[in-house]
C-alpha cells in the first residue's frame, strides 16, 4: 500500500518568509498533485508533475522521482497563503488504476 | 460557472435514511472523481469513472455505497442506510484524460445524526 508522508503537518510563518513543504512517497507513480484547500473545502490544484520543475507566480513544485520525493516552495510567503497543501500520487500500477492517493496535508500560516 | 459544482452542499440526515449526492463535471472532461474526507485527514480515493464506465472503486466504497454517470456527463453518489460513520465532506473532481489536471467541486458535507 502506497503511503504519502507530509512534511511538516502544522507550519507557522511570518510574512515574507521561504516556504518548504515536503512530500516523499513509497512506490512508482506516474504523476502527483499539489493541491491547496482553503476552510471551507474548496479544493484548487496547483500542479501536477511527473518530473524536474513547475513554477506559478510564486509557487515553485519540485520532483526527484529517484528519491520518490517532491517540495512545494512558497517565496514571499503572504497571509493569503494560509490553507492546507496537500499532495496526491497517481500509483503506476499498470493495471489501469488512476485514482489519487493523498497525503494527510500541511496547514500552513502565514502572519502578518 | 463552468467549474464543477456539487448538490447538495450540506446534508443533515437521521441515520439509516438514504442520501443522494450530485456532481456536474467540467462540460468536455471525460474523466470523473469522487473522494471522501473526514476533518483532519485528506481526501479518500472513492471511485472514478472513464465517460460512463466506472473504471475503479475503493475498498472504502461499501455496498452501502453506489455510483453512476449514467450517460458519461453528471455522476450520482447514494448511500443507503446511513452511519455516523459516512458522516464527511464528499468531494467531486473531474479532468479530462488526456492532461490529467484535476478540477474539483466545493464538496457536499453529509452529517449524520
Known amino acids: 500500500k502506497n503511503e504519502v508522508e507530509q512534511s511538516p503537518q502544522n507550519l507557522t510563518a511570518q510574512e515574507g518568509e521561504f516556504i518548504t513543504i515536503n512530500c516523499s512517497y513509497s512506490?512508482?507513480?506516474?504523476?502527483l498533485h499539489w493541491l491547496q484547500q482553503h476552510p471551507g473545502g474548496g479544493i484548487v490544484s496547483l500542479f501536477m508533475?511527473?518530473?524536474g520543475k513547475k513554477k506559478h507566480g510564486r509557487l515553485i513544485a519540485t520532483i526527484n522521482i529517484q528519491e520518490k520525493h517532491s517540495s512545494l516552495h512558497i517565496t514571499a510567503s503572504h497571509p493569503r497563503d494560509s490553507a492546507v497543501y496537500i499532495c496526491?500520487?497517481?500509483?503506476?500500477?499498470?493495471?489501469?488504476?488512476?485514482?489519487?492517493?493523498f497525503g494527510k496535508g500541511t496547514h500552513l500560516i502565514i502572519q502578518p | 460557472d463552468t467549474g464543477v459544482s456539487q448538490d447538495p452542499r450540506h446534508k443533515i440526515t437521521k441515520r439509516g435514511q438514504n442520501v443522494t449526492f450530485r456532481c456536474d463535471p467540467i462540460?468536455?472532461?471525460?474523466?470523473l472523481y469522487w473522494y471522501r474526507q473526514t476533518l483532519g485527514q485528506g481526501p479518500e480515493f472513492l471511485t472514478y469513472?472513464?465517460?460512463?464506465?466506472?473504471?475503479?472503486k475503493s475498498r472504502l466504497l461499501s455496498d452501502r455505497f453506489s455510483a453512476e454517470r449514467p450517460k458519461g456527463s453528471f455522476s450520482t453518489l447514494e448511500i443507503q442506510r446511513t452511519e455516523q460513520g459516512d458522516s464527511a465532506m464528499y468531494l467531486c473532481?473531474?479532468?479530462?484524460?488526456?492532461?490529467?489536471?484535476?478540477?474539483f467541486g466545493e464538496g457536499s458535507r453529509l452529517t449524520v445524526l
Open positions: 473532481a473531474s479532468s479530462l484524460a488526456a492532461t490529467g489536471e484535476l478540477f
Open positions: 512506490v512508482g507513480i506516474s504523476a
Open positions: 508533475l511527473s518530473s
Open positions: 496526491a500520487v497517481i500509483m503506476y500500477s499498470g493495471g489501469g488504476a488512476d485514482g489519487l492517493t
Open positions: 462540460s468536455e472532461h471525460n474523466r
Open positions: 469513472f472513464q465517460n460512463e464506465a466506472q473504471l475503479e
